[in-house]
C-alpha cells in the first residue's frame, strides 16, 4: 500500500538529515514520525523511525553519561495524596489530555511532538481518596531523562500512555526497553515496590488511548492478548472521556493501597477522611502510622469490614483489608 506522504513530511526529513547534534536528532525524527500520515501504508516507515529513534536515543545516553559520569536530577516532584503515579509515554500520545481529564492540573496540549517540559502534577479523586498523577516530558530526551527517570523510580506506579493510532506493540516494546536500560522494571505481581537484584521493580497499567478512533478496538484486542500477562490494560479515550471512570479504578488498583477508617471506642466511625496505608499492612502497621505513642500501649483492635463478624476483636497481626473500620484499644 503506498505510503502518500505528504510535502510536510519532506521538510521535516530535510531538518533531520541537516541535525548534526544527538538533540537535534532526536528532536527531528520526533517530528518527522509525527508528520506521517496515520493509516496502513505507512505502518511500516512509522515503525523503521521509531526504531532509529530508539538506537539515536541509546547513543545520546551513552554519549551523556560519559561527559558528565552520571545522571543528573533537575526536579523532583512533592508527593501529595495517597499515592503517586506517572505518566509515561511517547510524543502526542495523549498523556496531558489524560491528566487534564482526571485532575484538577491544566497542561499544555498540543499537536507538536513535545508539549509538556517539565513536570506537572494534578490530583485525581477517586471515591473518599485523591491520587497525585505526575505528567512527564516524553521519554528518551536528552535533555530531561536524568531527572525524569528519577521521579519515575521514586513513583509507586507508572502509567504507560499508548497511542491507538501507531503500532501498539512497537510503542509497548520501545517504552519498556527504555525504563530496562534506566533499571526499571514492570512487574504485575502482589509484590510492593522494591529493589531487586536487577533494579527497581514497578506495577504499572497500559493506557491505550485514543479508543474513539476506527478499528481501535479490534488494535486493542489484539494488544490485549499480547500484553496483559505483564500489567493491567484499559483503553480510553481523553478526548471523548470514555471509560475515565474505569482508568481511575484500575489506578487506585496498581497503587496497592486500602483505605481504613478509624472509631473511638462507643462512638461512629470517622468516614471523612480515611487513612490510606500500603496493601497488605497489619493492625500493628496502621497503629504506627497513626502515633508512635500507640505502639506500646495498643492492646488489641476490633474491625467490621473483613472479619467474620462486626467488632471481632482481632491481635495486632491482623492483615487490614480496603474499607475496614478500625477501633483500637489502648492500655
Excluded at 123 to 141: A, H, R, Y
Excluded at 202 to 216: C, T, V, Y
Excluded at 246 to 275: N, Q, T
Aim: glycine content about 6%.
Amino acid at each position: 500500500m503506498p505510503a502518500n506522504l505528504p510535502p510536510e513530511y519532506f521538510e521535516a526529513e530535510r531538518r533531520f538529515k541537516q541535525a548534526s547534534t544527538p538533540a537535534e536528532k532526536i528532536f527531528a525524527l520526533e517530528e518527522l514520525i509525527a508528520k506521517i500520515p496515520k493509516h496502513k501504508g505507512t505502518d511500516r516507515l512509522r515503525g523503521d523511525l521509531r526504531r532509529k529513534l530508539s538506537q539515536l536515543k541509546k547513543e545520546a545516553e551513552v554519549a551523556r553519561r560519559s561527559k558528565k559520569g552520571g545522571k543528573s536530577y533537575i526536579y523532583v516532584v512533592q508527593r501529595e495524596g495517597a499515592a503517586q503515579a506517572a505518566l509515561v509515554g511517547f510524543p502526542n500520545s495523549g498523556k496531558s489530555s489524560i491528566l487534564a481529564s482526571l485532575t484538577n492540573a491544566t497542561p499544555v496540549i498540543a499537536e507538536y511532538p513535545i508539549s509538556t517540559l517539565i513536570p506537572l502534577s494534578g490530583m485525581m479523586p477517586f471515591e473518599d481518596i485523591q491520587i497525585q498523577l505526575v505528567d512527564l516530558p516524553p521519554i528518551g530526551n536528552e535533555s530531561t531523562d536524568g531527572w525524569v527517570s528519577g521521579i519515575l523510580r521514586t513513583a509507586d506506579a507508572l502509567l504507560l500512555v499508548l497511542d491507538l493510532t501507531e503500532d501498539l506493540e512497537a510503542q509497548a516494546d520501545l517504552l519498556i526497553e527504555q525504563l530496562g536500560r534506566w533499571r526499571i522494571y514492570v512487574i504485575k505481581s502482589h509484590l510492593l515496590d522494591s529493589e531487586s537484584s536487577i533494579g527497581i521493580l514497578k506495577r504499572a497499567l497500559f493506557i491505550a488511548n485514543k479508543k474513539d478512533h476506527q478499528d481501535s478496538e479490534e488494535n486493542f484486542i489484539r494488544f490485549k492478548e499480547r500484553y496483559s500477562h505483564l500489567c493491567p490494560c484499559i483503553s480510553v479515550s481523553a478526548l471523548k472521556k470514555e471509560s475515565l471512570e474505569g482508568l481511575k479504578r484500575e489506578i487506585f488498583i496498581i497503587s496497592r493501597i486500602i483505605r481504613v477508617y478509624s472509631k473511638p471506642p462507643g462512638k461512629e466511625p470517622d468516614f471523612s477522611m480515611p487513612f490510606t496505608i500500603a496493601s497488605g499492612s497489619t493492625v500493628l502497621e496502621l497503629a504506627e502510622s497513626i502515633h508512635k505513642d500507640f505502639v506500646p500501649n495498643l492492646v488489641f483492635a476490633r474491625i467490621w469490614g473483613s472479619a467474620k463478624f462486626g467488632g471481632q476483636r482481632v491481635e495486632k497481626s491482623y492483615v487490614l483489608k480496603d474499607r475496614d473500620i478500625v477501633e483500637f484499644h489502648i492500655s
